[in-house]
């Protein structure tokens, strides 16, 4: 269940309960329910282009279609830039680039190289029909590996292409395809030497051999997940650790068995693989993952490395098992126990491989991701969140100390640190999408922003607001005023729910938000009870009870922003993605204030749920059972079986085969309003999963967001 507001090149491989306005086309939405931390939203397997694009009617735009404000058609031009990979000896930095590529109506995804001491970013593929990722160095800085979806030749038009590794020159030039695993790679790691690869597989549909037949075979399962909104259907496939021989392509099973393994990592002699998996008598009952440790060899038996009981380095969030240079100790993130699901912030552990033994270098009450150690093996630097914006620091082993390398009110998502100490950090904020920059003496350095031409918008601004709860609790807000506010009047404001629950608002560049102050109206985005970013304590005081401080700190905010004279208390709007689609049911129900609402891959009927989507471990963790725990489900139930309190125009919107938040809860809701006559409607995105990628469909949500909202906070302008 998440919102509309991560970046995206990989979201999440099972998005929780969010949903992504991208900063710009393309990548990690990611979201939806994130688990504790705002952090970058990655997803496994296929990449989630986040373009809002469409045009506002001249007749209706509160300013000239020739001027310098962010318009819709802009959001076309977007670009996203994700997973930067710095060369060994620091002198380049590879990356992807996704933008959108109207005429296939798809996301389009390339790599792209620039040099570290400055000069011209290179685009090094060129492949409109196919998407490259993951791009990883060899040592000597000779070649580039990545994953791509291209077809090579001798392959069918009408045949689907799997993503497969490849590799090419440095420069760019040519690419071969290196392995050719039936069930396509899904994740990948070069080792040292450049002569093998740590690959991670489905296992094949069909047996070797077989005929693929005219229909697909009917689906069976027996595991208690048994749907995932990334993967499908699940059954007795499962995917395992690969080693591949770079020369030849031949590739060994190292990891049979029914359980998945995930984020290989070599170790810097070449010896070892370090991954995450999860085992047990039923794995899918718990959220208990490990780190694992296998020889790179035919044959080689596994260690579990990790004891926590809880998740050592759940793979949603994409960050590896980070070896130190000696090869000695590995770097990860660790979870609360499992009860907490993703209510706990993630802590940075160290592991001696040697002895198993853990600790965590600097426990502190806020979320860590992305760890990489530094080249002498004293410090690591890792991301951490805090308070609507996330930066990158340096933590020192030993001691814990912290110290902050980025600043200010912004939003950092990714990192990487070549072998001679050089870090480049991907960031952005209120009016910048994501750039690549150079970090050095205590500075930002650019290297990479294809969105440079932004500089020549008037963009709004987000201002933190800072006001008490109806029982007093400290909250925050993020306020954007109309790009032409004038102090003293009051504006038709649309209230923004984020998704999560366990995440947050921060501050970094959010293509709707800029398109709805162009267009008239102040957007405010409340991070209340449940979100990430405040700690613990904050996160948790939601637990088994949404809808309850969750929507009295929203309305909270909107009380605040009606104080301070801005918004308009007669022209309210409210919405929001996944669990802000699952938020705004609930408030709509509790308080008759707003004038419309929008309610994307939400809910108000938590039972219908349960089985239809791929959460059902995570609710008997949080709510326990609906037939054993009566009152928390219809707590979390309340707009459905209220639903007569319910008089907001409201519209609902979802996926067709979403499995995070399937349409059943849209259609539940949309079909409760029908009954009882009140304003609603219905969209249904065909074919597409939580997070919508179909640039067509972006478009045609965002504009149905701003006609519905015109409709009824606007009623005297007409309507588009």
């Known amino acids: 269940m998440n919102d509309l507001s991560r970046p995206a090149l990989a979201l999440p491989p099972s998005v929780r309960r969010q949903e992504v306005w991208p900063s710009a086309p393309g990548t990690s939405a990611r979201a939806l329910r994130p688990r504790a931390c705002g952090a970058t939203l990655r997803a496994s397997g296929r990449k989630l282009v986040m373009i809002v694009s469409m045009l506002l009617a001249a007749a209706h735009s509160p300013a000239r279609a020739d001027d310098a404000r962010f318009g819709v058609a802009d959001l076309d031009r977007l670009a996203d830039v994700a997973e930067p990979a710095v060369s060994r000896d620091g002198r380049y930095v590879v990356y992807t680039v996704t933008t959108a590529d109207l005429e296939r109506d798809q996301p389009q995804s390339d790599l792209w190289r620039v040099r570290w001491d400055g000069g011209a970013p290179v685009q090094l593929t060129h492949t409109p029909d196919a998407d490259e990722s993951r791009p990883q160095w ?39 395809r290196v392995t050719d695993l039936p069930g396509g790679v899904e994740d990948f790691a070069l080792s040292p030497d450049g002569t093998r690869i740590a690959a991670i597989a489905f296992d094949p549909e069909f047996p070797p051999g077989a005929k693929k037949p005219k229909n697909p075979p009917p689906i069976v399962t027996e595991r208690f997940q048994f749907k995932d909104d990334d993967s499908g259907w699940l059954g007795a496939r499962r995917k395992h650790l690969y080693l591949v021989d770079v020369a030849g392509g031949k590739a060994t099973l190292l990891t049979p068995g029914a359980h998945d393994e995930q984020l290989p990592a ?89 002895s198993g033994k853990a600790a965590l270098p600097a426990p502190i009450d806020r979320c860590f991701t992305k760890p990489r150690w530094a080249p002498d093996g004293r410090s690591i630097y890792a991301l951490i969140e805090q308070a609507e914006t996330t930066h990158l620091s340096r933590i020192d082993v030993a001691s814990g100390k912290i110290v902050a390398l980025t600043s200010g009110e912004r939003f950092d998502a990714d990192l990487d640190v070549a072998g001679d100490g050089r870090i480049v950090v991907l960031g952005g904020d209120d009016t910048h999408p994501h750039a690549l920059a150079a970090v050095e003496r205590g500075r930002l350095r650019t290297l990479a922003d ?148 929008i309610s994307g891959a939400g809910s108000g009927n938590m039972y219908g749920m349960y089985g239809d989507d791929e959460y059902a471990r995570e609710y008997e963790l949080e709510l326990g059972t609906p037939w054993d725990h009566r009152e928390a489900w219809d707590r979390a139930s309340y707009p459905f079986l209220h639903a007569d309190r319910i008089d907001t125009p409201s519209l609902f919107q979802c996926a067709e085969r979403d499995f995070n938040v399937p349409c059943i809860g849209a259609e539940q809701m949309y079909q409760a309003l029908r009954s009882r006559g009140v304003p609603t409607e219905l969209v249904v995105y065909p074919g597409q999963h939580h997070g919508l990628t179909v640039p067509s469909y972006l478009r045609d949500r965002m504009q149905r967001n701003l006609d519905w909202y015109d409709r009824f906070l606007k009623p005297g302008e007409g309507s588009r």
């Open 266 to 354: 070599w170790s810097p002699d070449g010896k070892s693989i370090a991954y995450v998996t999860k085992r047990g008598a039923d794995p899918d009952r718990h959220l208990n993952y490990d780190i694992y440790v296998i020889a790179a060899q035919a044959g080689a038996r596994e260690h579990q490395l990790t004891t926590f009981p809880g998740a050592d380095l759940d793979p949603y969030w994409e960050t590896r098992p980070a070896w130190s240079p000696d090869g000695k100790r590995i770097a990860y993130l660790r979870s609360g126990e499992d009860k907490w699901i993703y209510y706990a912030p993630w802590q940075l552990a160290v592991v001696d491989v040697a």
């Open 450 to 597: 294809p969105n440079a031409w932004l500089r020549g918008k008037r963009l709004a601004s987000a201002e933190t607001l800072r006001f008490r709860g109806a029982d007093g609790t400290p909250l925050h807000a993020l306020l954007v005023k109309p790009l032409d506010y004038v102090a003293g009047r009051r504006y038709p404001t649309i209230v923004r729910v984020h998704g999560g629950p366990v995440y947050q608002f921060s501050h970094e560049f959010m293509p709707d938000w800029q398109v709805y102050a162009a267009h008239g109206y102040a957007v405010l985005a409340v991070n209340p009870r449940g979100s990430s970013g405040r700690g613990f304590d904050f996160a948790r005081a939601i637990y088994a009870d949404w809808g309850d401080k969750d929507a009295q700190d929203v309305l909270a905010g909107v009380d605040h922003a009606v104080a301070l004279g801005i918004a308009d208390p007669d022209r309210l709007g409210l919405g929001g993605w996944s669990y802000g689609g699952i938020l705004t049911d609930q408030i709509i129900a509790r308080d008759a204030r707003f004038k419309a609402a």
């Open 138 to 176: 060899s040592a000597d800085g000779k070649w580039i590996a990545f994953l791509s979806d291209r077809k090579r030749g001798g392959e069918q038009d009408g045949e689907e292409a799997k993503p497969q590794v490849w590799l090419m020159p440095a420069d760019g030039g040519e690419a071969r």
